[in-house]
């Protein structure tokens, strides 16, 4: 079992000193994760196997307007969710990780199987006025809506994420930055409409379900 460092993660030899450590594995798992979940997500999402159940608007969404300009904070997950594995020190770690962020995935897949979901057809947007929303709405349909496991699993990244700053001296300004950036994330999906309300709020428990596990390794 490697030692974790002791360096501070507000130096960048503390930073560098926390990715080093298996990286070849954290690269490896990364991204033979991503490439399973989205496997399995467009084979669901392109297939339903049962009648799919749109998830109605709320007063929520009503009161958030569409805002194309939080897309790329949508997109940032993609690197966020990275991060707390990037910064795990040992093995025993990195294993716990993976298998409680497989978990999400799973429960997240699981119910997409038995019960398809998409979010209302008419959200009011005119989508070929926004060139960046035409490539996402054709790659990423509105399917597999509730929950969604795109705030299911930036909750879970920012409980894991937030843990590991604290375990390293507290963290100090990244602590707020990283609780922001979770919390924009999950705006992001109402106001780029790609989820609604109610996709939001299942997926925050869900991720938050999973994040309550503390593992040994992190103690």
């Known amino acids: 079992m490697s030692a974790a460092p002791s360096e501070s993660p507000s130096s960048a030899a503390g ?5 080093a450590p298996h990286v070849v594995l954290k690269l490896f798992g990364i991204t033979a994760f991503v490439t399973v979940f989205f496997f399995a997500y467009f084979l669901l999402q392109r297939f339903p196997l049962f009648r799919v159940t749109v998830i109605p608007l709320t007063a929520a969404d009503r009161l958030i307007p569409f805002q194309p300009g939080m897309l ?18 040992t093995r025993p770690q990195l294993y716990a990780y993976g298998w409680l962020a ?25 989508w070929s006025r926004y060139p960046g929303f035409t490539w996402l709405k054709s790659v990423d349909a509105a399917q597999n809506a509730c929950p969604s496991l795109h705030v299911a699993f930036a909750v879970f990244s920012a409980v894991w994420l937030d843990r590991i700053l604290r375990t390293l001296g507290g963290g ?18 109402i106001a780029t409409r790609q989820h609604v309300a109610l996709d939001a ?19």
């Open 15 to 19: 930073l560098k000193a926390r990715i």
């Open 72 to 89: 790329w904070l949508y997109l940032s997950l993609w690197g966020y969710v990275s991060l707390p594995p990037t910064l795990l020190t």
């Open 102 to 126: 497989g978990a999400v995935a799973v429960v997240g897949l699981g119910i997409f199987l038995f019960w398809p979901t998409s979010i209302p057809a008419t959200t009011g947007v005119e």
């Open 172 to 189: 100090g300004w990244m602590r707020p930055l990283n609780a922001l950036w979770c919390l924009g994330i999950v705006y992001s999906t």
């Open 201 to 219: 709020y299942a997926g925050a428990v869900l991720g938050a379900a999973a994040a309550a596990v503390r593992p040994r390794v992190l103690k």
